[in-house]
């Protein structure tokens, strides 16, 4: 029995309230002795700290870095070894495409094809504006087209994402991308019968490009790799019984946030946007995610100041949280980004729990180091769901 | 998806280069108020403590005594609830017997068979230099055939190790030994029908044993038990990219790292022998696994100040394998072994990372209980590789 079938047997709906703050990218490493989050002066996360349970959490498993989306699903509750998320589908999140149920996405490139071969895969690095001028040339060349309905969403540069809606599409499909210059188009094959289908509609829509394009000087052909269908994954109100509600800016969140059934709403680009719709919308969900980013950004730079100031600004907002009296406040990230590494990393992320039925560990302070010696003690990931579902009394008991 | 699919997809080669000193055994039980570790001055390892990060591991399961064999199979990464080794393979790899795959194995017994009775199962616990003439004697009479090819090598007194080599042979027997005086003779029983050849053989073998074996007083037939083909183990190369080397004095574990794809030396006797081998091949690979065997004997003696000295001992060598400057050392052991008990135990294993991306616990001392309160955390054995591959910076990036 897996925690999903535990979970549809024992979530209750009720009146209490979990508010999810990820702070993206949290957990650090030492420089002069002290860690990102030790050198942050926090004095709102260290009198939480005071009065919450602290713990460790493995996103995947001890010693594995972990992309941002295997890290969010196992924080969610879904286990990350079991849902793969595609490169083309979480590209497609990441651009605000919207995916269906059965639509087949994948990330695309302009390219240069000249005399049969592809002499540049990246088209000379098109501006973004040709890139959108090349993908509204072609929307208007497939409006109107069923079966499939075909629609392509202009990225940077020479990146797009294509979406293919039709029925019985599959995704086994190998890249159609040479992968290096001067050689010939490769077109997407099958790796199963049932993605036949998949690959006559992608190998006549990449000929389909070429016949649109001809007249273009760089970007006369299309490269697509990445093949994923919208994952099939159980939905949050389904499986734990929540009206869960996602503040985030950065679209791949929100986007992540909606497969699994969250509400998304707009958010403006600051950190206090994130806090105003929480309060506007506060009474009318049960279960809060919000993503704050800043602090994975700087750590991504490894600007190890700009990781400090991201942590004191974020700590400075946790009195408006307070303010609403949640339930289950916890304090937590997705995967750590020392600013000493320059990008994420395998580190364990530093988890504060803060609910009346917490046993305090009484640290003084939000640290990676309290947190390894807290009553939580390390655990994966996975465990937060269950844990937050807990403490806010939305699981029945098991057995008798 | 398991660790091992995580495994091959997410590993790289590198430069970087891994120490795994596996001091077995070294896990104890206070007397007087002091476990073993505690009691040892290890002013090295303690230093090490300083600037390391510190957990406990179990082996299999918490309350759960591991052998050596499944012991070291979960440090090495493979779970060792997945990869049984059986007894007969065990014995022959600490008897230095060469394995190869497909090759059928057996634990065997001389024994005294008079008027169709098995009057004695250990033939008079023959000395160990009659068990060697017998066994020379029965490999004279085999020499030459083939199919099977059929070898003993001799154990201890009445002990020895069969080996058959042959197409087709599988390990579903059952034991050909009465396991009880004065009953006859059993033979070996195919418990599936992939299994008939291998009884055919052993018992055509048996038989063949008590007509070389006529005149002989006391060790005139043999009983054979614990069946086990080469067990089918990915090796480490291909799991986890490495080029990896063993530095064990003992056969069995010797045994074990070549099951796993590991390089094995000669080592001499002496404990500087481990590290003059170290030495002398560092340049040649990327992952050494050093195995230590005074403490776990010592501990198996219940001798608690012998197992003292055996720690300290080792902790006099720590600063050869420093000089060499491994990206990752892990000073840990395949189980405890407290003199109190005098034998192997279920308590967790003392674990220390060092590596410029671990997070310092700043703990003052490598014992069992800095461990407990150690940043890592109390963690299965299992996850000991990936942990030292991430912080060899020999793991991609899961997920995006």
Redesign the interface.
Known sequence: MTWEDLAKELSVATETKIVLLVVDGLGG??VDGR?ELEAAETPRLDGLALKGALG?TDP???????????AHLALFGYD???Y??G?GI?EALGSDVEVRQGDLVARGNFATLRDGLITDRRAGRIPTAEGERLCGTLNRAFAGRTDPEIALFPGKEHRFVVRFRADGLDEALTDADPQKDLKAPVPAAPMSPRAAKSAEVVNAFLAEVVSVLADEPAANAALLRGFSLQPSIPRMPELYKLDPAALAGYPMYKGLARLVGMKTYPVGPRTSDLFDVLEAHWPEHDFFYIHHKAADAAGEDGNFAAKVRAIEEIDGFLPRIEALKPDVLVVTSDHST?A??KG????PNPFLLVSPTALPDAAAAFT??DC??GGL??FPSLGAMPLMLGHAGKLKKFGA
Chains 1, 2 share one sequence.
Do not use: D, F, K, N
């Open positions: 490493l030492p860690t460790l995947v498993l001890m010693g594995v870095t972990p992309g941002s989306g295997p990350p070894l079991r793969r998320l490169r979480l020392p000493l590494l994420h990393s395998w580190h990676e180091r390894a010696r003690g390390r």
